[in-house]
């Protein structure tokens, strides 16, 4: 049998240029992913589980949350015809030494409810969240470093749809330049917590509205 | 001969060649802060000084504080203190309003407009006084060092002249704002103020 000639490497590629391609191709995503920082998780920990009443670091954030009731008023304002509130009590503190502003705040504090609305009373496909300060029922659209504020956090739902049982979830957010306009900012929301609550039901009737 | 599918694998790579270039480089790019001649340029003073803004002049007239304040019937309790700034400002040669304003101390921190602080105050024609109010809730610690600081625009304070004025507050200040009674927020006027 005669001895086999030794294939050069470059000939080996040109013999299967599909996979030549294929192993160029995978070996090009992963510098690329490696070189911006695509394999990093995102969460490192996860988002853990915590007790009522227990402080949550979700940066920029300290955050706590105590108890979840429902209820068809809220700040003398009444909720719209077959709709209710679901108000969650707790305390906020910003961590970070700037202010920060009404979007970082509402997006830290999610829930997992259903059959959602805005302020407003128009249907939202996510949850969102109102914050308001507890001593004057203000809207706290916005917080300053070394502030510690008792706030409701407060959503809008079916009537139908209010649950015995709530999971608000605690998201942190990562500072950084936008890549919009490069201006510094709170962005990257990622869960880091989710906290179970009790919701109290509501009242058996809702109250009349009051007239002028 | 280079084939089509060859021309499209080298385009990609190209793509994303210059995507992670441009991304690897991008970090190390200067940003706005990292300029220093656009760093606003700080004329620093006291209450009752007048501060030469190059488009208007401020003066901090009067510092007030309590733990409400109360603004259009409403009234907002603080945590801390609102720490409540007066101040005129005379624009020099067109109409000037000052619409930035924040408030810092010596630990680093920063108040701004953000969340419920207000800064009003209303455009003035040259050589007349608008007299404006800027209110910011801060924790009690800060007050030792607090300093405010007031610029034409609130969007971009790079390369533009700033007033920063000490307010001279001390620890004793604290408690004497905690037993103040709520502060009603004058509506920012322009002309000599009723005396």
Do not use: K
């Amino acid at each position: 049998m005669p001895p086999r000639e030794p294939t050069s490497p470059v000939a080996t590629l040109r013999a299967h240029p599909w996979l030549t391609s294929a192993v160029a191709g995978v070996a090009v995503v992963l510098v690329v992913v490696t070189a911006l920082g695509g394999w990093a998780r995102s969460t490192p920990e996860g988002a853990v589980s915590v007790a009522a009443g227990t402080p949550v670091e979700a940066t920029p954030f300290r955050i706590r949350l105590d108890e979840a009731a429902a209820t068809f008023v809220h700040d003398g304002r009444d909720a719209e015809p077959g709709l209710a509130f679901v108000v969650v009590e707790g305390r906020l503190e910003l961590e970070a030494p700037e202010s920060v502003g009404f979007t970082t705040v509402t997006g830290a504090i999610t829930a997992d409810l259903t059959s959602t609305y805005d302020q407003f009373g128009s249907p939202t496909e996510e949850p969102e969240a109102e914050v308001t300060v507890t001593a004057d029922g203000s809207t706290l659209l916005g917080i300053g470093p070394g502030l510690v504020y008792d706030v409701q956090v407060t959503f809008v739902v079916d009537e139908a749809s209010v649950p015995e049982r709530l999971t608000v979830t605690l998201l942190q957010h990562a500072r950084r330049a936008s890549a919009l306009d490069g201006e510094l900012g709170w962005f990257d929301a990622t869960p880091v917590a989710r906290v179970a609550l009790d919701v109290a039901p509501l009242p058996a009737t809702r109250p009349e509205p009051e007239g002028f | 001969m280079a084939t089509r599918w060859q021309h499209v694998l080298g385009t990609g790579l190209l793509g994303l060649g210059l995507l992670a270039a441009g991304s690897w480089v991008q970090g190390w790019v200067p940003d706005d802060e990292d300029d220093p001649g656009a760093a606003p340029h700080l004329r620093r003073g006291a209450v009752g000084d007048a501060l030469d803004l190059r488009t208007a002049t401020v003066t901090v007239d009067e510092v007030l504080g309590s733990t409400r304040v109360e603004e259009f019937g409403s009234e907002l309790v603080s945590p801390g203190v609102w720490v409540v700034v007066r101040y005129t400002v005379v624009a020099s040669e067109e109409n000037t309003a000052i619409t930035f304003a924040e408030m810092r101390d010596d630990e680093g921190r920063v108040w701004g407009l953000e969340g419920r602080n207000s800064n009003d105050c209303v455009d003035s024609p040259p050589g007349l006084a608008a007299h404006c109010t800027v209110y910011v809730e801060v924790p009690p610690d800060a007050l030792p060092t607090l300093r405010v600081r007031l610029a034409r625009l609130s969007r971009d304070t790079r390369f533009d002249a700033v007033a920063e004025v000490d307010l001279g507050l001390t620890r004793a200040d604290a408690a004497t704002f905690a037993a103040a009674p709520t502060y009603v927020v004058p509506t920012a006027t322009l002309g000599d103020e009723p005396s």
